[in-house]
């Protein structure tokens, strides 16, 4: 594999300084921001607009203990039990206590959360043991939080550079991490060298023929990031959501935990209810065991989707959830009379650039946080509504830990990098490649399909070492990394435990498995 997709000489490149440089404006990236900027110069870039992110579209909510009978620690047992074994401890802990304080800064920054008899309306997802969620405009979290930040991103004035495509992560000869390289809509590559490189460029959920995430989650960050020698790890742990709405040729709209956790129920083909038969938890239980029981039903009765059944909650539903139902209202489908046909779709990657509590890579210079890190809180399941919260809690931590280092852009070096030159952008569709993924890497896996999958991969990854131009070819290298990456972790890992599961390994096997795998590449290539 390359170390650079694109040949370059730093010094032929405009070159942008900054003490601070975030990558991502979704929750994690404008909340890093916001609170790295008394400490130094802060610059912003980001790959579509302001408005294009996974946290806008965040339906359910932010997680945090703040009702009555809620408490950290019950958080934090709830963290653990769902991160099936792999959970860091330490770092949980440490989402659970700051997490609370973290979402009353929000509150500060502008965010409005639904509210409820004098407190905020707090409501379940699964395998939550308390009413933990808080939510705004019903089912329009992610929106709410995204404008306040941007908002205020604005108004301090913070310089966010829109359409910059993060083509690399550049690093000196030390193996230190110096800054980005970015390529405009123009065309035009520049390097924006910097003391601390944030990556909070979300997660891969485009990987997946069906998926509930937008399309910039190509997995950009995480791939620079490897590329440039980032331990990676828990890529093998993909959630995928149960109740993504299921319409011929409609997107996977995502239809929110919380709308179960209202009391909606979950029918097969033939009206029956069928959780309460696989988990004391019913409708409510861990995501993977939900979404493989209506994988088990769809292929048991032949059927493309299962049914939510959200007559039960009446006209109520439609003031909680105003969104989904006018979404499904404008393809036909009223919620209040009849179930909305839904199926499991991609959704969240568990693991991702490998971070310490205060979002630390194995690169000097170079932290990641949000979706893009692997903080060790998710394990091999995340909990739901934790990730806008881990996006706050560890964007915090970042911005702390440089405040007492006070980050300086480095003086221009004379890193250059030449492409061996191959073949380019010959092989391989983004379709063909989701479709693959979906079929072979998905809910359920195997070691021949895996095998099958990752031989396909290789040469597709062969026909993308060359000199990229296109910006289709830059998505694709970095979508082709990502899908070896996890194809190879899912291979490696023979045992099923939280969103990874092997159907020639169907067991959880702690005496082998109880461990991480980490993926690191050794970068060379210098000129
Ligand atoms: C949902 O609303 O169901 C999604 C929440 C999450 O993924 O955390």
Request: aromatic share 6%; proline share 5%.
């Given at each position: 594999m390359?170390?650079?997709?694109?040949?370059?000489?730093?010094?032929?490149?405009?070159?942008?300084?900054?003490d601070v440089?975030?990558?991502?404006?979704?929750i994690?990236?404008?909340?890093?921001?916001?609170?790295?900027?008394p400490?130094?110069?802060?610059?912003v870039?980001?790959?579509?607009?302001?408005e294009?992110?996974?946290?806008?579209?965040a339906?359910?909510?932010?997680?945090?203990?703040?009702g009555?009978?809620?408490?950290?620690?019950l958080?934090?047992?709830?963290?653990?039990?769902?991160?099936?074994?792999?959970?860091?401890?330490?770092?949980?802990?440490?989402l659970?206590?700051?997490g609370p304080?973290?979402?009353?800064?929000?509150?500060?920054l502008?965010?409005?959360?639904d509210r409820?008899?004098?407190g905020f309306?707090?409501?379940?997802?699964?395998a939550?043991?308390?009413?933990?969620?808080?939510?705004a405009?019903?089912?329009?979290?992610?929106?709410?939080i995204?404008?306040?930040?941007?908002e205020?991103?604005a108004?301090?004035g913070?310089?966010?550079?829109?359409?910059q495509?993060l083509?690399?992560?550049?690093t000196?000869?030390?193996?230190?991490?110096v800054?980005?390289?970015?390529r405009?809509?123009?065309?035009?590559?520049?390097?924006?060298?910097?003391?601390?490189t944030?990556?909070?460029?979300?997660?891969a959920?485009?990987?997946?023929?069906?998926?509930?995430?937008?399309?910039?989650?190509?997995?950009?960050?995480?791939?620079?990031?490897?590329?440039a020698?980032?331990?990676?790890?828990?890529?093998?742990?993909?959630?995928f959501?149960?109740?993504a709405?299921c319409?011929?040729?409609?997107p996977?709209?995502?239809?929110?935990?919380?709308?179960?956790?209202?009391?909606?129920v979950?029918?097969?083909a033939?009206?029956?209810r069928?959780?309460?038969?696989?988990?004391?938890?019913?409708?409510?239980a861990p995501r993977?065991v939900?979404?493989?029981?209506?994988l088990?039903?769809m292929?048991?009765?032949?059927?493309?989707?299962?049914?939510?059944?959200?007559r039960?909650?009446g006209e109520?539903?439609?003031a909680r959830f105003p969104?989904i139902y006018?979404?499904c209202r404008?393809?036909g489908?009223?919620?209040?009379?009849?179930?909305?046909?839904v199926?499991p779709a991609?959704?969240?990657?568990m693991?991702?650039?490998?971070?310490?509590?205060?979002?630390?890579?194995?690169?000097?210079?170079?932290?990641?946080c949000?979706?893009?890190?692997a903080t060790?809180i998710h394990?091999?399941?995340r909990l739901?509504?934790?990730?806008?919260l881990?996006g706050?809690?560890f964007?915090r931590?970042?911005a702390?830990?440089?405040?007492?280092?006070?980050?300086?852009?480095?003086?221009?070096s004379?890193?250059?990098?030449?492409?061996?030159?191959?073949?380019?952008?010959?092989?391989?569709t983004?379709e063909?490649l989701?479709e693959?993924m979906?079929?072979?890497?998905?809910?359920i896996?195997?070691?021949?399909g895996l095998h099958?999958?990752?031989?396909?991969?290789?040469?597709?990854?062969?026909?993308?070492?060359?000199?990229?131009?296109?910006p289709?070819?830059?998505?694709?290298?970095?979508l082709?990394?990502?899908?070896?990456?996890?194809?190879a972790?899912?291979?490696?890992?023979?045992?099923?435990?939280?969103g990874?599961?092997r159907?020639?390994h169907?067991s959880?096997?702690?005496?082998r498995?109880?461990?991480?795998l980490?993926q690191?590449h050794?970068?060379?290539?210098?000129?």
């Amino acid at each position: 594999m390359a170390r650079y997709l694109m040949p370059f000489r730093l010094a032929e490149l405009e070159q942008v300084r900054t003490d601070v440089l975030v990558v991502g404006t979704g929750i994690a990236g404008l909340y890093t921001a916001l609170k790295a900027k008394p400490h130094g110069a802060v610059l912003v870039l980001t790959k579509r607009s302001l408005e294009d992110s996974n946290t806008g579209v965040a339906q359910g909510g932010i997680a945090a203990a703040i009702g009555r009978e809620d408490s950290p620690q019950l958080h934090f047992e709830d963290t653990l039990e769902a991160g099936a074994g792999l959970c860091d401890p330490a770092a949980v802990q440490v989402l659970v206590d700051e997490g609370p304080e973290c979402v009353m800064e929000l509150v500060e920054l502008g965010t409005r959360f639904d509210r409820e008899g004098g407190g905020f309306a707090l409501t379940r997802e699964g395998a939550h043991s308390e009413r933990r969620i808080l939510h705004a405009h019903g089912d329009a979290t992610g929106e709410e939080i995204r404008r306040a930040l941007a908002e205020r991103t604005a108004a301090e004035g913070i310089a966010v550079l829109e359409g910059q495509f993060l083509v690399d992560v550049l690093t000196d000869a030390d193996g230190r991490c110096v800054g980005a390289l970015a390529r405009d809509q123009r065309g035009v590559l520049r390097a924006f060298l910097a003391g601390a490189t944030v990556l909070a460029t979300g997660g891969a959920g485009q990987l997946y023929r069906n998926s509930t995430n937008p399309e910039v989650t190509t997995g950009d960050g995480i791939a620079a990031a490897f590329r440039a020698g980032a331990q990676v790890t828990d890529l093998e742990f993909v959630q995928f959501h149960p109740t993504a709405l299921c319409r011929p040729g409609t997107p996977k709209f995502l239809i929110s935990e919380a709308v179960r956790g209202e009391g909606a129920v979950l029918l097969n083909a033939r009206g029956e209810r069928f959780m309460p038969d696989r988990h004391p938890r019913a409708e409510l239980a861990p995501r993977d065991v939900v979404a493989r029981a209506i994988l088990d039903e769809m292929s048991r009765e032949g059927t493309a989707c299962v049914y939510l059944d959200t007559r039960v909650l009446g006209e109520a539903g439609a003031a909680r959830f105003p969104h989904i139902y006018a979404y499904c209202r404008g393809l036909g489908i009223d919620p209040v009379r009849e179930p909305i046909p839904v199926a499991p779709a991609a959704h969240y990657l568990m693991g991702g650039i490998r971070t310490d509590i205060d979002g630390r890579t194995n690169l000097p210079g170079l932290y990641a946080c949000g979706e893009a890190a692997a903080t060790g809180i998710h394990g091999a399941n995340r909990l739901a509504s934790n990730s806008l919260l881990e996006g706050l809690v560890f964007g915090r931590r970042i911005a702390r830990y440089l405040s007492g280092r006070r980050p300086v852009a480095p003086t221009a070096s004379s890193l250059a990098y030449v492409l061996p030159v191959r073949g380019a952008g010959a092989s391989g569709t983004e379709e063909e490649l989701q479709e693959l993924m979906w079929r072979e890497v998905g809910l359920i896996r195997e070691g021949e399909g895996l095998h099958r999958a990752l031989v396909r991969l290789r040469e597709i990854a062969e026909g993308l070492e060359g000199p990229l131009a296109d910006p289709a070819d830059l998505v694709r290298a970095n979508l082709s990394t990502m899908a070896s990456l996890v194809a190879a972790a899912a291979l490696e890992r023979t045992e099923s435990r939280g969103g990874h599961f092997r159907a020639d390994h169907p067991s959880r096997d702690d005496e082998r498995w109880l461990r991480h795998l980490v993926q690191r590449h050794t970068p060379g290539n210098f000129v």
